[in-house]
């Protein structure tokens, strides 16, 4: 399949592009870990797929309203 066919074919049946759906999906993991693990954020960071600390907080900055430590705090 063409890169661009199954651009145009994932948004039409998902709503959203490939990339968007990507990041949220590991934005999620992120969120996921968070909640759930004893882990660092900067741990959280690798696992959710991101080179860098300070990428990660940017991208979840940008998705959630809260900071990830600040989502550590409910435990």
Same mark, same amino acid.
């Given at each position: 399949?063409?890169?661009?066919?199954?651009?145009?074919?994932?948004?039409? !049946?998902?709503?959203?592009?490939? !990339?968007?759906?990507?990041?949220?999906?590991?934005?999620?993991?992120?969120?996921?870990?968070?909640?759930?693990?004893?882990?660092?954020?900067?741990?959280?960071?690798?696992? *959710?797929?991101?080179?860098?600390?300070?990428?990660?907080?940017?991208?979840?900055?940008?998705?959630?309203?809260?900071?990830? *430590?600040?989502?550590?705090?409910?435990?």
């Amino acid at each position: 399949m063409h890169p661009k066919t199954f651009k145009r074919k994932f948004k039409n !049946y998902i709503g959203t592009t490939f !990339y968007d759906y990507h990041i949220k999906q590991r934005l999620l993991k992120g969120l996921y870990l968070l909640f759930f693990t004893p882990y660092t954020v900067s741990q959280i960071a690798q696992f *959710s797929g991101y080179e860098s600390y300070k990428v990660f907080i940017r991208a979840f900055n940008k998705d959630q309203e809260l900071n990830p *430590s600040d989502y550590q705090l409910f435990k």
